[in-house]
């Protein structure tokens, strides 16, 4: 990679953050505006993880995210417009308004949608990469899951599964301190999550979950050896939830001090502070950077609130797929509209939750 | 052409749809190496391989996950349960994950997930279920029950092809009872999904039924036309979800008196909703109380006197009958 190009990449590493940070932001006004109806689940201090993990994939890779991990959606494609969609409820969105938050996905770009039991994600993620090499392909399943979810049994199944397969998962666990109050001290007794692996015979390794770069080595370390057909690797990033569970938790079982020891460790503005030392993020460029993610909040949130409410006449359809033939997703021809999976059959349209070109928006 | 078990019909079912189509594997417990725990995918391995015919850790949640995930991809994945009992370690799998997919996100889920269900074979508490109540009650997830040899193979096919979650339960009492063995088309068929059938016309009562309990009302019925001249007319409902609607009420409409009659637990279950649905829709046709058959409201027992007592069979039926008849 020449300077420039690196240079060129870091400044989109920043630039992801920074939207992850803001379109986070601005999900939080419009929830106290009270135009958000349900649960509002926001990830700030997160952004080197999310971000940093998926900086690491390639085409033909699969991410299984969780509801903290906007930044990797974002860096693989989908559609902020999609994701406000979803916030408000809209008819458009990819859920069709059946369902909120970030529990969308697009198999054709390597999305898995979540559900809120959280961890039952990983078994999901195992039955892509299993795919994967039945196909023989070389592509991987990025996984993740918070230090709560590694105490569910789908957690334990999933990572034993995945090695004794051997397959090309890498499972990332994001480890904010709490699962809602509930600290790391009571969620497991183990100095660090990362050596879980051991038990699985996979490597693991312990990161800082805000430094990115640092992510994005460690990350970079087990998608390479997944992707070499090694089987899975689990790396742990540490990290912290500086906010609440949800928007609705004060959080005030975190002590004013610990919040203040992760605010000053805030990854975006460590990296900041890196390439301005760097002498790669000027204020002009910082200030065009901010400007364009502004643009981007703004005009997914103006799409969301033109965008109709779902038709109450169909809250009982969608409920079973229609006959007809089934693509395998990465193969050639597979968007073919013929296939029942080519299309959002729900709609006869295409899927809606990756960024459409009239966005354009997911590169700096 | 010879004669074929009811587990032979299944086994066909897999081997063919695996032949036919690259998409389609076996994973769950003991499939592989040991060709399943009755034996429904013996050959299998030698014949598909290792990659098509999987042999899973102990791991309900993981094989039903990993199942979601094979068809997310656009596979066509059978997931095997080695008693349907175990179900409940992957039942979020199924409820939430699989269930919810198409619905919210508009990817198609073509997933199979089987296993022997039903008692009658000494299993005790947790290797005789019937699970169907909950499943038929969670939208998103079709379920359906063989009686016969032909329905066995002909669902299955029927369920690999389909595009949605699939329950489909074999009923272990049936697998190998030779008055089932059948000699089965040698051409490709499929028996639709959502499609009942009437195994006994008569004109005095209908009895709703599926499974391993469709033989037992059949003995009653035809005890019932030798001893008391009644006609009976037995329909088999096959599948669950989709409920074929128009043949209950059709039979219904001709007979005026119903009894449901099935292996599981009379609350809340398939029946209850079946009465419910006659209720409503037939209520002026109705010439008697609509009645049920099943198994008491208790977990299934292991000694032999208290299974025998517990399962729904001829004697029971036949009384019930009589009752109905004579209102």
New interface residues.
Partial sequence: MSEAERADLLLQIYYYMRLTRAMEDRTRTLFLQGRIVGGVYTAQGHEATTVGAAMTLRDGDCIVPQHRDLGMHLVRGVSPRAVMCQWLARGNA???G??GQL?????HHGV??M???LG?S??????????M??RRRSTVVLASCGDGATST??FH??L??AS??RLPVVFVIENNGYAYSTPTAKQFAIEQLAQRAVAYGMPGESVDGNDVLAVMEAVGRAVAHARSGQGPALVECRTFRVRGHSEADKADYVSPALRQEWLTRDPIKRFEEYLTAQGLLSAERRREIEARVRSVVDDAVAFAEASPPPDPATVAD???????P?????EPG?TDPR???AL????GRP?CTMSQVEEAVTRL | MTAVTYLEAISQAIREEMRRDE?V?LLGEDVGTYGGAFKVSAGFLEEFGP??V?D??M?E??I??????????????IAEMQYIDFITCGF??IV??AC???????????LVIRGPAGGGTHGGPFHSASPEAWFFHT??I?VVMPATTYDAKGLLKAAIR???PVLYLEHKLLYRLPELREELPSEDYVVPLGKAIIRRRGRHITMLTYGAMVHQCLKAAEQLATEDGLEVEVVDLRSLTPLDRETIKESVKRTNKVLIVHEDTLTGGVGAELAALLAEELFDYLDGPIMRVAAPDAPYPYAPPLEMAYLPGVERIVAVARQLAAY
């Fill in positions: 990819p859920t069709l059946r369902d529990h969308i996905g697009d198999m898995v949608p559900i809120s039991m039952e990983l078994p999901v993620a195992c039955g892509v990469a299993l795919v090499k039945m049994g789908a199944e999933a034993n599964f004794v397969q969608y409920v079973f797929a229609p006959d007809g089934i693509a395998i997703v990465g597979a296939y029942v999976n959002d059959t729900r709609t899927f | 998409s594997f990659e098509r999987i899973t850790p791991s949640t993981a039903i996950g990993s199942a979601v995930g094979a068809a997310l991809m656009g596979m066509r994945p979020d799998q939430n994950m919810k997919m198409y619905w919210r996100s508009g990817i198609p889920l073509p939208p998103g079709k389909d595009n949605n």
